[in-house]
């Protein structure tokens, strides 16, 4: 069984909170701190340039500035002394200090080791921390394979997120189709179509040494090439059959089988592969839709607390959780009568502070004892329980709808369950 913390969801999820976290923090001046290291640099370089903009810095006229920057490298050089070699990606850190208002402000440090290869060195001092390098990878790095091939060539490749690469370029060398003196052109043609046989066999055992390893995170396989050999090639069967169940129809015509003919093969399935998601999606959520409207009880269940009355149950088969929502799980204390509940509170409710009654006996406040991000409690909860976790994008309308009607989450169960959440109120109640 799978755990939270591997699965590629909610590792996007993750990165983006993350992300929106800092990009939320604001200084009161140039003093917020951009630092992003990438595989192979060398730390002691990254230390001698960091002890040059400390020097720098001393020349900053602004008295409360000057000692907030200075501050914020001292502490970015410890950080960074940590690392006797950056990460696999590289590594990117954001120091500084945040305004907190009142003229007032607080030591803010994130360190984020990206999903994706840095290819970029750079520091940058400013009101703002600089995310660009990192909002381009937000999006989760889909892993694709390629295979454009006609007789005479095959090339091999993946894409992945947003990048083609070529892994694997072969010539076949089957003769071209036209006669040759002193032979009969029956024979000719057995030769041409044995040696094109035994190439497309090849091809077969180079796409099987490629993508069989990684056939668990292949959302699928994209072919194409000129004219009609890619047709046979497919209808075949010359692929494995594990791959040959992963072949995107309809196939695609590009005209070139090398390196540019899988930029070629990738711009042609553009739309293709932007509406598999969304279509899955959609379908998720459209069964949804349906289960709700049934008369008797259906197997759906929405809302924070139905949602995990079934989670709890183990009644739970998909769990859709919008990938807008961005709330706490705030564990509290009844001072009361002693017993612990669990809600959903947003940024917002949380920054107020407004006191929290205990729905159990009704004593106020009850006191905070744990918090922690609600879409990672979800997806715990659901593996916990067997259930498979799904976060839905807002770009389609079956997803703003789960997002606005439903509080973005909501469930599709292996079993009808009673719900918990307490009705209505009726109209001049």
């Not at 040696?195 to 099987?208: L, R």
């Not at 994008?393 to 599709?412: K, N, P």
Request: charged content about 25%.
């Amino acid at each position: 069984m799978s755990t939270p913390e591997s699965d590629p969801q909610l590792a996007r999820y993750s990165f983006q909170r993350k992300l929106g976290e800092i990009a939320a923090v604001r200084g009161r001046a140039t003093e917020l701190i951009s630092l992003y290291v990438p595989p192979g640099r060398q730390i002691s370089d990254v230390m001698g340039y960091l002890r040059n903009e400390y020097a720098q810095s001393s020349n900053i006229k602004s008295r409360t500035t000057r000692k907030n920057v200075m501050w914020a490298i001292e502490s970015l050089m410890g950080r960074v002394r940590a690392y006797k070699e950056p990460p696999a990606h590289g590594v990117a850190f954001f120091v500084g200090s945040k305004a907190v208002g009142a003229d007032k402000s607080e030591p803010v440090t994130f360190i984020v080791e990206p999903p994706e290869p840095l290819n970029t060195y750079l520091y940058r001092c400013d009101s703002t921390f600089f995310l660009d390098p990192l909002q381009a990878m937000v999006h989760e790095p889909d892993l694709w394979g390629l295979i454009v091939v006609d007789r005479a060539e095959v090339t091999l490749g993946v894409l992945r997120g947003k990048r083609v690469e070529a892994l694997r370029n072969k010539q076949s060398l089957v003769p071209s189709k036209h006669g040759r003196g002193g032979q009969s052109a029956h024979r000719f043609e057995r030769m041409i179509e044995h040696a094109a046989h035994e190439f497309f066999v090849k091809v077969a055992e180079m796409a099987a040494e490629l993508f069989l390893p990684k056939k668990d995170q292949l959302k699928g396989i994209l072919l194409g090439g000129p004219g009609a050999t890619k047709e046979f090639f497919y209808k075949e069967g010359f692929l494995h059959y594990e791959l040959q169940q992963k072949v995107v129809l309809p196939l695609f015509d590009t005209g070139y089988t090398d390196e540019h003919g899988l930029k070629e093969l990738v711009e042609k399935a553009t739309q293709t592969l932007h509406g598999l998601d969304l279509t899955e999606e959609k379908r998720l959520v459209q069964r949804l839709l349906a289960e709700i409207r049934k008369a008797e009880a259906g197997l759906a269940a929405y809302g924070e607390r139905d949602v995990a009355h079934a989670l709890e149950l183990g009644a739970v088969d998909t769990l859709l959780v919008s990938d807008g929502l961005r709330r706490q799980l705030v564990t509290y204390r009844c001072g009361a009568c002693q017993r612990t509940f669990s809600t959903s509170r947003s940024e917002e409710e949380l920054e107020r502070a407004d006191p929290v009654a205990c729905p159990l006996c009704g004593a106020s406040p009850a006191t905070e004892t744990s918090r922690e991000d609600y879409v990672e409690s979800l997806f715990r909860r659901a593996v916990a329980s067997g259930a498979q976790a799904r976060l839905v994008s807002t770009e389609s309308e079956e997803g703003e709808m789960l997002a606005r009607a439903f509080g973005g989450v909501a469930a599709i169960l292996r079993y009808p369950v009673a719900s918990v959440s307490a009705p209505p109120p009726r109209p001049g109640a």
